[in-house]
Structures are given as structure tokens and as C-alpha cells.
């Protein structure tokens, strides 16, 4: 067994530690987290972007018009 690699084989050196809204402090990708900065779009947990695209469906399955922020 490798010590320091994730199961997709992410080394711990290619990791960033951020700091979700919702008090988590969680390891992602470097890239990911830099392009997501790139495009000015929110960093967040697994279990948070999870939450966010189920709420996201529901609405958009429910009258089609996405008009609130889950996190507000």
C-alpha cells in the first residue's frame, strides 16, 4: 500500500486545504481548486456542492426557474 495517495492517485503534495461555509476543512486538487478560483466560482466541500446540485435539480425539475441561493 502507498502511503499519501488518494484512490484516484492524487499525491498529498498535489492537495489544497480549504476551508468550507460549512466549518469542514477538507483536502481537494490543486488544479480543480485553482481553475474553480479562475472562473470565480465558489470552493466547496463535497457534502456542500452535493447539497447545492440537489437543491439546484429540485428547482429546476419543479418550475424550471432557479431564482435563490440555497446558502443565503
Do not use: F, Q, W
Request: with cysteine.
Amino acid at each position: 500500500m502507498i502511503l499519501g495517495h488518494t484512490l484516484d492517485a492524487i499525491r498529498s503534495g498535489e492537495m489544497s486545504k480549504i476551508y468550507c461555509n460549512c466549518g469542514n476543512i477538507v483536502s481537494l486538487d490543486r488544479n480543480v481548486v485553482r481553475i474553480k478560483k479562475e472562473l470565480k466560482k465558489k470552493v466547496e466541500c463535497m457534502g456542500c456542492r452535493n447539497h447545492r446540485v440537489s437543491y439546484e435539480l429540485d428547482i429546476l425539475n419543479g418550475d424550471g426557474i432557479l431564482d435563490e441561493d440555497p446558502a443565503a
